[in-house]
């Protein structure tokens, strides 16, 4: 079945060090998208996709890197920068613009000890 | 810029009740609007979306949502819950000038009681 996989589902970061969560998707989707939830704030976009080799900034990419070099796979590295990384990060896809609609993964949550 | 807000936090229900989940936006631009479902620890899926034409929309799982541009909503509705419908409903806006930039709501907890 298609579909969108996050890994690991719990990822413990220690202070100043930087963590990579893994996206894939086997949809053949073009835009590929990482969202950042925090209870009672809804998502927030941290960088999107349209297409390979290519990403922009979302609304809170301060901290945050990403790469594109595979059209199925859009890795999201939390840097030492990002002062505050505790949250549930959720990768999603869509055909093309987001109109269509989007696919998400079953997201990663992490933590700082 | 485009906003959306979801008026209640929390929406408990009795089994087999009727519900109502409130969404109001506001966009200076043509939008086009999702629902959203997410269970504990999971991610969000697509219940249904509007796009153009009917107002009514029709989703997955018994769910509805209407359009109303007078009013700038578009409230979801399901005339009976189960106990199955407990989660967390999400309501996401995007409007359609130059890249379409999705803003999703700060969410509603429906809990539904046996």
């Known amino acids: 079945d298609g579909g969108i996989t996050q890994s690991p589902k719990y990822l413990f970061r220690k202070e100043g060090q930087n963590v990579t969560l893994s996206c894939e998707q086997n949809?053949?989707?073009?835009?590929m998208y990482w969202y950042r939830q925090d209870p009672g704030q809804g998502l927030r976009l941290i960088y999107y996709?349209?297409?390979?080799?290519?990403?922009q900034k979302g609304d809170i990419a301060e901290g945050y890197s990403v790469s594109r070099e595979k059209k199925e796979s859009f890795p999201l590295t939390v840097t030492s920068a990002q002062k505050n990384p505790t949250a549930f990060y959720l990768c999603?896809?869509?055909?093309?613009?987001?109109?269509?609609?989007?696919?998400f993964g079953s997201g990663t949550r992490l933590t700082v000890v | 810029a485009q906003s959306v807000t979801q008026l209640d936090s929390q929406v408990p229900v009795f089994e087999e009740a009727p519900v109502e989940l409130r969404c109001n936006y506001s966009s200076s631009v043509s939008v086009y609007l999702f629902w959203y479902v997410q269970y504990p620890n999971q991610g969000l899926q697509l219940l249904l979306k509007?796009?153009?034409?009917?107002?009514l929309v029709k989703g997955i799982n018994g769910f509805e949502a209407e359009f109303n541009k007078s009013q700038t909503s578009f409230h979801l509705r399901k005339p009976s819950v189960h106990i199955s419908d407990t989660a967390e409903y999400f309501c996401a806006v995007g409007d359609s000038g130059g890249y379409q930039k999705v803003t999703f709501g700060t969410g509603t907890k429906l809990q539904v009681i046996p």
């Open positions: 999603a896809s869509s055909p093309g613009q987001p109109s269509y609609g989007y696919t």
């Open positions: 996709s349209q297409i390979v080799n290519d990403f």
């Open positions: 509007y796009l153009s034409g009917s107002t």
């Open positions: 949809l053949n989707h073009d835009a």
